[in-house]
């Protein structure tokens, strides 16, 4: 079936995406908005009034960069119902743009200049000037937290733990899929404790290829097993931890197997409530320092931190 037609939505508008960062948009919609909204889904999920899962993806920058090479994974992610915005250096590339756009637009005009639309004595824009008004939007969204329209960054892993106080006040239940065996085991131990009326189920899953396939004979039942685990228990979330891209692929894969009202993909989010990865403080995050957090404790390898930093508002800039 093809992608567009197998992740519809026809659910309410606030879902709008916004922006374009190497064909991905974002959900520019406040949290509160977002969380009443997809309460209002689940709402009619159960009383059969809506047609599918609702589908959650968080991208970020080092996922822009996945998808700028895999097209298939780019769409997934555009198609997709809520895409929050999981990172401060891909808001600040969406501010970076939108600003940039809107002034070029003016000198188009002719109402940025007195000198008219000559583009070349208008705008003699190089790669350094470019830097610095990225800069600048950097700086933007690290000291007001939003973009100049107003879109919020929206952590993966505390959106989790806003649905899990969604999921506690309707005595919901969810599925926690993806990861090992021991870092759920620690996960589902603190996440009970904390969301007593929460039923919840866990399976570790398949091992996977990079096209999100099971990778063995074997690993095709383990696949087989975890629809059936999922089904049977009807959960009302289902929150998926293979890692980009295969999470997503897997989702896209079975969503229209999945008997579940709403299906997000977390990452490495089980590790942080389990404690086998170390959360990042609060004031690091508001400073845009998370990546650096991680290269010195040592939880997130050097190529990654280099491509999400570097290479990612690299080529930002190099195409705007």
């Given at each position: 079936?093809?992608?567009?037609?197998?992740?519809?939505?026809?659910?309410?508008?606030?879902?709008?995406?916004?922006?374009?960062?190497?064909?991905?948009?974002?959900?520019?919609?406040?949290?509160?908005?977002?969380?009443?909204?997809?309460?209002?889904?689940?709402?009619?999920?159960?009383?059969?009034?809506?047609?599918?899962?609702?589908?959650?993806?968080?991208?970020?920058?080092?996922?822009?960069?996945?998808?700028?090479?895999?097209?298939?994974?780019?769409?997934?992610?555009?198609?997709?119902?809520?895409?929050?915005?999981?990172?401060?250096?891909?808001?600040?590339?969406?501010?970076?743009?939108?600003?940039?756009?809107?002034?070029?637009?003016?000198?188009?005009?002719?109402?940025?200049?007195?000198?008219?639309?000559?583009?070349?004595?208008?705008?003699?824009?190089?790669?350094?000037?470019?830097?610095?008004?990225?800069?600048?939007?950097?700086?933007?969204?690290?000291?007001?937290?939003?973009?100049?329209?107003?879109?919020?960054?929206?952590?993966?892993?505390?959106?989790?733990?806003?649905?899990?106080?969604?999921?506690?006040?309707?005595?919901?239940?969810?599925?926690?899929?993806?990861?090992?065996?021991?870092?759920?085991?620690?996960?589902?131990?603190?996440?009970?404790?904390?969301?007593?009326?929460?039923?919840?189920?866990?399976?570790?899953?398949?091992?996977?290829?990079?096209?999100?396939?099971?990778?063995?004979?074997?690993?095709?039942?383990?696949?087989?097993?975890?629809?059936?685990?999922?089904?049977?228990?009807?959960?009302?979330?289902?929150?998926?931890?293979?890692?980009?891209?295969?999470?997503?692929?897997?989702?896209?894969?079975?969503?229209?197997?999945?008997?579940?009202?709403?299906?997000?993909?977390?990452?490495?989010?089980?590790?942080y409530i389990a404690g086998t990865r170390k959360s990042v403080p609060l004031y690091i995050e508001k400073l845009g320092l998370e990546w650096l957090w991680r290269l010195l404790t040592g939880s997130q390898n050097l190529k990654r931190i280099y491509n999400a930093v570097i290479k990612f508002p690299t080529l930002v800039l190099k195409e705007s």
């Open positions: 079936m093809p992608l567009k037609k197998k992740l519809k939505f026809s659910g309410a508008k606030i879902f709008r995406k916004k922006g374009n960062i190497f064909g991905i948009g974002i959900t520019g919609t406040p949290k509160l908005k977002l969380l009443m909204g997809i309460r209002d889904y689940l709402t009619k999920m159960r009383r059969s009034e809506a047609k599918k899962p609702l589908f959650i993806t968080t991208p970020n920058p080092e996922q822009a960069l996945f998808a700028k090479k895999d097209t298939r994974f780019k769409d997934i992610l555009q198609k997709s119902d809520i895409a929050i915005c999981d990172g401060v250096g891909l808001l600040a590339s969406y501010e970076y743009n939108y600003k940039f756009k809107s002034q070029k637009s003016k000198v188009k005009n002719g109402s940025g200049s007195p000198l008219g639309n000559n583009d070349k004595i208008l705008f003699p824009i190089n790669f350094y000037t470019r830097i610095i008004r990225f800069t600048n939007a950097y700086l933007s969204v690290i000291r007001t937290g939003k973009s100049s329209d107003g879109i919020r960054i929206i952590k993966g892993r505390d959106f989790f733990l806003d649905l899990m106080d969604l999921a506690n006040n309707k005595k919901g239940k969810v599925f926690l899929l993806g990861s090992t065996r021991k870092v759920l085991e620690r996960a589902t131990l603190k996440l009970s404790k904390k969301y007593p009326a929460v039923r919840f189920k866990t399976y570790h899953g398949a091992k996977l290829d990079s096209k999100a396939v099971p990778l063995t004979d074997k690993e095709i039942r383990r696949d087989e097993k975890t629809l059936r685990l999922i089904n049977r228990f009807q959960p009302d979330m289902l929150f998926v931890a293979f890692g980009a891209p295969k999470q997503e692929k897997w989702v896209y894969r079975n969503i229209e197997k999945l008997n579940s009202s709403l299906i997000m993909v977390v990452g490495s989010t089980f590790n």
